[in-house]
T-cell receptor
Framework: DTGVSQDPRHKITKRGQNVTFRCDPI?????LYWYRQTLGQGPEFLTY????????KSRLLSDRFSAERPKGSFSTLEIQRTEQGDSAMYLC????????????FGPGTRLTVT | GQSLEQPSEVTAVEGAIVQINCTYQ??????LSWYQQHDGGAPTFLSY????GLEETGRFSSFLSRSDSYGYLLLQELQMKDSASYFC??????????FGKGTMLLVSP
C-alpha cells in the first residue's frame, strides 16, 4: 500500500526562478489538495482537485501559483517568479469521496528561496 | 473568514490524560477534524466530528459542540510517542481543511 508521494523533497532556488513540484496521490483517491505550511503554523489550503477538475482555489493564492492534475492522477504545482516569502513546506493530500474528510498527506516538498 | 484558537503548548507526564481545546469561528462548517504531526513529519488524521458528541478511537477521543463552536481532543494513557503537534481543522465545502496554529504536546517520563 503506497501512500502519497511528493517530489522533490527539498528544493532550493533563487528568487525569480520558477519551480514545479509533483504529487502522486493514493491511486484510488479522486480528491487531491495542496497546502502550504510555514514554521509554527498549521497547513494553509491552496487548491483542490476532484479528478482532473480544479474546483477551488484559495483567495489568498497569488496568480504566480498554478496547479494542474491532468487525467486525474498526479498533480503539479508551479510557482513562477519565486519570492522569499514563498519559502515553506508544500504539502499534498488526497482522499476518497466516500471518506473525504480523512485526508492522507504526503511528506511535503520543502522550498527555500534565497 | 475562518479562525481557530487552540493552546500553543501543553505538557503532561506519561500515563496521564490531556485535553486540547479548540474554538472556531467559521462559515460553511461541515465538521471538525484533528490531525497529529510529529516534528519533520506529515500530518496524520486522528478523528472527525460532524455531529455533537464524543467520538472514541482507542486512546484518543474527540468531542464537538456545534452550538458552542467548540471541540476538544482527549488523549488518554499518554505515551512518549504522543509528543507531537496537534491541529484542529474545520472541514468546509469540498472537505477543504482550515487548520489552527497547532498545540505542541510535550510528554515527559
Amino acid at each position: 500500500d503506497t501512500g502519497v508521494s511528493q517530489d522533490p523533497r527539498h528544493k532550493i532556488t533563487k528568487r525569480g526562478q520558477n519551480v514545479t513540484f509533483r504529487c502522486d496521490p493514493i491511486s484510488e483517491h479522486n480528491r487531491l489538495y495542496w497546502y502550504r505550511q510555514t514554521l509554527g503554523q498549521g497547513p494553509e489550503f491552496l487548491t483542490y482537485f476532484q479528478n482532473e477538475a480544479q474546483l477551488e482555489k484559495s483567495r489568498l493564492l497569488s496568480d504566480r501559483f498554478s496547479a494542474e492534475r491532468p487525467k486525474g492522477s498526479f498533480s503539479t504545482l508551479e510557482i513562477q517568479r519565486t519570492e522569499q516569502g514563498d519559502s515553506a513546506m508544500y504539502l499534498c493530500a488526497s482522499s476518497a469521496s466516500t471518506v473525504s474528510y480523512e485526508q492522507y498527506f504526503g511528506p511535503g516538498t520543502r522550498l527555500t528561496v534565497t | 473568514g475562518q479562525s481557530l484558537e487552540q493552546p500553543s503548548e501543553v505538557t503532561a507526564v506519561e500515563g496521564a490524560i490531556v485535553q486540547i481545546n479548540c474554538t472556531y469561528q467559521t462559515s460553511g462548517f461541515y465538521g471538525l477534524s484533528w490531525y497529529q504531526q510529529h516534528d519533520g513529519g506529515a500530518p496524520t488524521f486522528l478523528s472527525y466530528n460532524a455531529l455533537d458528541g464524543l467520538e472514541e478511537t482507542g486512546r484518543f477521543s474527540s468531542f464537538l459542540s456545534r452550538s458552542d463552536s467548540y471541540g476538544y481532543l482527549l488523549l488518554q494513557e499518554l505515551q512518549m510517542k504522543d509528543s507531537a503537534s496537534y491541529f484542529c481543522a474545520v472541514v468546509s465545502g469540498y472537505s477543504t481543511l482550515t487548520f489552527g496554529k497547532g498545540t505542541m504536546l510535550l510528554v515527559s517520563p
